[in-house]
């Protein structure tokens, strides 16, 4: 019996999807649950696993091509209700009941084999301990995941390991490898060109409307957060026992920016045909950088959280997007977007704004400079600049100015003797 597959709804405010890859080619045995077909959005990628057992009959739509979520994508020949219904065939036959249709309960025979009643997979056993990011990247590379030696948990195949083969296979036209020295990122073969994925098509496509459609400025602030950084110091050691993450700087950084955004709420808006809407929720995005690719997740009415509740939630969203375990639902309805650019060592930046958003605003990175202090004093203070992009059509300088002169106050606030 055919089974009509649909565009999943990935997501409670995702209303289409782009089928990245087909995993599955008509006529191939899939199995139920089995990851068939690559669904992206403007949020996530996901491998779609099949609703039921049987053969993959037509694929109704094509790579690349975008579609409304419950449009229908493929069609799936089930052998699981093909199934039940010759154990109903045979019950019936056992017991000489008449089949519907007809006064007889003899078969009718078309000359070929009956169809066996289970089908004879073969499942994808050596996959399953794969996750599915690193089966995307051996695609991606035409790397055989099921050849490669695992140097992960449990022999465990990880991305570097796919990362290696690619880089060492002639038959690959363009991949990635890790650079010799200490950097860990992976790094483009000179004289190749690499394959834009899904991932990467979304980023660009919403970068360059962002650009197009938000008219950018941007300012910065300096900031001394010597005090901050002493209570982060206090404070690190038994947060990371509590919690099994390290304390960094960014949730205080982003009580700061909520607290800015209560007094500045407009720069929580955004710009709407009817006019600029002020937003009630306070949704901070966190930007995220991949190895490949860029997330943003984000912690939900941030505003409502404590510091140790806002570093215990960025971690767990760190944690889950570099395992590549974020759904849908965390990367929607920020309102607006903390980039920890200092992380790599950036001193100043500016940014794009998250489509949809009025703002974004970044922590650079915390260097030790000689300051001029009070009573023209020069002492060694821990400096760290923020920079602000904003959408000029619901910021202007004076409101922007005002926001990270706030955000620059409360930050340089923060001392020792404050709890989490």
Not at 321 to 342: E, I
Request: a neutral charge; hydrophobic letters at 40%.
């Amino acid at each position: 019996m055919p089974t009509t597959v649909t565009m999943p709804q990935l997501g409670e405010t995702v209303t289409e999807g782009t089928v990245a890859q087909w995993l599955k080619r008509p006529g191939d045995n899939v199995e139920k649950y089995e990851p068939f077909v690559e669904v992206s959005t403007d949020k996530v990628n996901a491998e779609v696993p099949a609703p039921v057992s049987g053969v993959l009959r037509e694929l109704l739509v094509k790579e690349g091509e975008t579609v409304a979520t419950g449009t229908p994508i493929a069609v799936i020949d089930s052998v699981e209700a093909a199934t039940d219904t010759s154990r109903v065939e045979a019950n019936r036959m056992a017991s000489d009941e008449p089949m519907p249709g007809g006064p007889s309960a003899q078969p009718r025979s078309n000359g070929h084999a009956a169809r066996p009643a289970e089908p004879a997979f073969v499942p994808a056993q050596v996959l399953r301990g794969v996750s599915p990011a690193v089966r995307r990247l051996a695609r991606e590379h035409s790397v055989d995941v099921r050849a490669l030696k695992g140097t992960g948990s449990g022999g465990r195949v990880t991305a570097q390991d796919v990362i290696g083969a690619a880089a060492t296979t002639p038959s690959v036209a363009a991949g990635l490898v890790v650079s010799s020295g200490t950097s860990t990122y992976a790094q483009p073969l000179p004289g190749t060109t690499i394959p834009l994925n899904q991932a990467r098509k979304i980023i660009a496509q919403r970068m360059v409307e962002s650009k197009h459609t938000a008219p950018h400025a941007w300012s910065t602030v300096e900031v001394d957060v010597t005090m901050l950084w002493k209570w982060r110091d206090r404070e690190k050691a038994a947060f990371e026992r509590e919690t099994g993450y390290k304390l960094t700087l960014l949730p205080f950084f982003i009580r700061a920016v909520v607290q800015s955004l209560a007094t500045f709420p407009l720069v929580n808006g955004r710009f709407a045909n009817d006019g600029i809407q002020v937003l009630k929720d306070v949704n901070i995005g966190i930007a995220i950088g991949l190895a490949s690719n860029l997330v943003v997740p984000v912690v939900r009415n941030a505003d409502r959280l404590t510091i140790k509740a806002l570093g215990v939630a960025a971690g767990e969203l760190v944690n889950k997007a570099r395992k590549n375990k974020l759904g849908p639902d965390d990367l929607a309805g920020g309102t607006f977007t903390v980039n920890n650019n200092g992380a790599n060592g950036s001193i100043l930046s500016a940014p794009i704004i998250n489509g949809g958003q009025a703002g974004i605003v970044t922590m650079e990175a915390v260097v030790k400079r000689p300051v001029v202090v009070e009573g023209d004093a020069i002492a060694i203070r821990q400096m760290m600049n923020c920079c602000l992009s904003l959408d000029h059509r619901v910021l202007d300088g004076y409101t922007a100015s005002g926001f990270l002169a706030d955000l620059k106050r409360r930050l340089e606030s923060m001392g020792p003797d404050g709890t989490i």
